[in-house]
């Protein structure tokens, strides 16, 4: 656990102080090696803001913006853009265009201001970095005294929720790969094929090998082959969307009211990326150019938003209301050309199922570990990885509907970790006469929160039920 500073006759002391009766105090549970210490609202001195916190990073193995760039568009480019056009057929074409728009925008705002949050903490506590969890630590703990206690609680919040949330996407993920391979067994053996429940249950070897993989160097060939299947296969996909583009009076404008959270949670899974923001911005050359005009963020997020949109739009025009949860559902199963596309997509699928195991596996072992003896830590994290693993593909047999499955992980999961959060950690930040004229970032981070609960509250209640629906029509 974080080590705390012993009583004094102050609740909270100044930096300088802390510093030096800290030395030998260590933060076992945070990835940076740096020590984060409070401050009083009192005690914060204008000089604490010459602090600069990108001069005090380590410079090795940091990467240049065009670098940051690559990953971020990496993370953010994955297998949601599939289910683009199923979302704007929930929107309709006019709120689904412009609705991806919107929340594309309301996405990229959320990552500016935690990792603008981030900074200022990191100023305010003499920290050269942070990442998500501790960027939520150092903003109760550096805020208003009532919410000092609560500190800690809301640093395992935040790993709670990227665990969650990434586990929750690899559950989508086996969900994918089952509904793939059962179209094209389904179309050679008529409906005498196994259930997609008996195909999940025949992944576990491969995801089991998959998720036991301890080292990122270990996953670059699986990347490598993931990427290049993945390229190939949308290449073929769009091939295929703009082959069979319907005239637009073939689809409709707008849809019904109780569809409105299913797209939305269908586009916060898509595009929502935030796990991976922080570890970037912290590994960034010139971490000053992550935010800005252009920016790296801005510049990823308008490539990320434009492609998410032409793809959803153009998907939904090419095959209306007959859209499935992912497009590749929809390329003629008949073509070999299609066959060979949806395999090649579901191989790049199961491929990246091991990265996207990566972060939450880390967070979860290194939370345990000291449990375990030297001599029993490698059957304990083997253990752990294999459970976690049986954990997602028992969730994806439990529900193995895939199209209200991605609007239920991102109406929980995503709608919590990529707004609500962000916005709690600004307004905390910011509580100290910084919330602006006529406090104006409250007024904004309300109407943000509300927006977030009000999606993950509607977009979760009919993502269940349309589950349950499902499940009683077998």
């Excluded at 020590?35 to 193995?61: L, T």
């Excluded at 990326?273 to 590994?283: A, C, D, Q």
Aim: charged content about 15%; aromatic content about 10%; overall charge positive.
């Amino acid at each position: 656990m974080l080590s705390r500073v012993k009583p004094r006759r102050r609740s909270t002391i100044i930096m300088g102080k802390m510093e030096k009766e800290a030395e030998s105090n260590s933060m076992k549970d945070f990835n940076s090696s740096t020590k984060i210490a409070a401050i009083s609202v009192g005690d914060y001195n204008e000089k604490d803001e010459f602090y600069d916190p990108f001069e005090n990073r380590d410079k090795k193995h940091t990467n240049s913006d065009l670098g940051s760039l690559a990953h971020l568009l990496k993370s953010s480019l994955g297998t949601g853009i599939l289910a683009m056009p199923n979302a704007i057929r929930n929107g309709g074409l006019i709120i689904g265009g412009l609705g991806t728009i919107i929340i594309g925008m309301i996405c990229a705002h959320c990552v500016h201001i935690l990792v603008r949050s981030s900074h200022i903490l990191c100023k305010r506590t003499k920290t050269p970095k942070m990442t998500y969890a501790e960027t939520a630590y150092a903003a109760f703990l550096c805020g208003p005294k009532i919410l000092k206690p609560w500190a800690n609680a809301s640093k395992i919040f935040v790993n709670t929720a990227l665990c969650a949330t990434y586990i929750g996407g690899a559950c989508v993920y086996i969900v994918f790969i089952a509904t793939t391979i059962h179209q094209i067994a389904e179309y050679y053996n008529g409906h005498n094929t196994i259930n997609k429940g008996s195909l999940m249950l025949a992944l576990i070897p491969a995801v089991i090998l998959l998720g036991q993989i301890r080292n990122l160097k270990y996953m670059v060939p699986f990347s490598m082959v993931a990427n290049v299947s993945m390229m190939v296969g949308f290449s073929v996909t769009l091939y295929y969307i703009f082959k069979d583009l319907q005239p637009i009076q073939n689809v409709n404008m707008f849809s019904e009211t109780e569809q409105l959270p299913i797209f939305f949670a269908t586009v916060v899974f898509a595009i929502e990326g935030i796990g991976v923001v922080m570890p970037v911005e912290n590994s960034m050359k010139t971490p000053q150019h992550f935010l800005g005009c252009p920016g790296v963020l801005n510049i990823t997020m308008t490539i990320v938003v434009s492609l998410y949109a032409m793809i959803g739009i153009f998907g939904y025009l090419a095959y209306g209301e007959n859209t499935k949860a992912t497009v590749t559902l929809n390329i003629p199963v008949q073509d070999i050309l299609g066959q060979v596309v949806k395999l090649l997509i579901g191989l790049a699928v199961l491929f990246t199922y091991g990265l996207q195991l990566f972060v939450p596996l880390d967070i979860m072992w290194n939370a345990i570990r000291t449990k375990f003896s030297h001599k029993y830590e490698a059957v304990g994290e083997t253990t752990l990885r294999a459970v976690i693993v049986l954990l997602t593909v028992g969730v994806a047999v439990g529900v193995q509907e895939l199209e209200p499955f991605i609007s239920l992980v991102g109406a929980i999961f995503f709608s919590i970790l990529g707004i609500s959060i962000p916005v709690t950690v600004e307004t905390i930040s910011c509580w100290d006469g910084h919330l602006g004229t006529f406090k104006w970032r409250l007024i904004k981070n309300a109407i943000l929160l509300i927006f977030s609960m009000m999606a993950l509250v509607f977009g979760s209640w009919i993502s269940i039920k349309d589950i349950i629906k499902a499940y009683n029509k077998k």
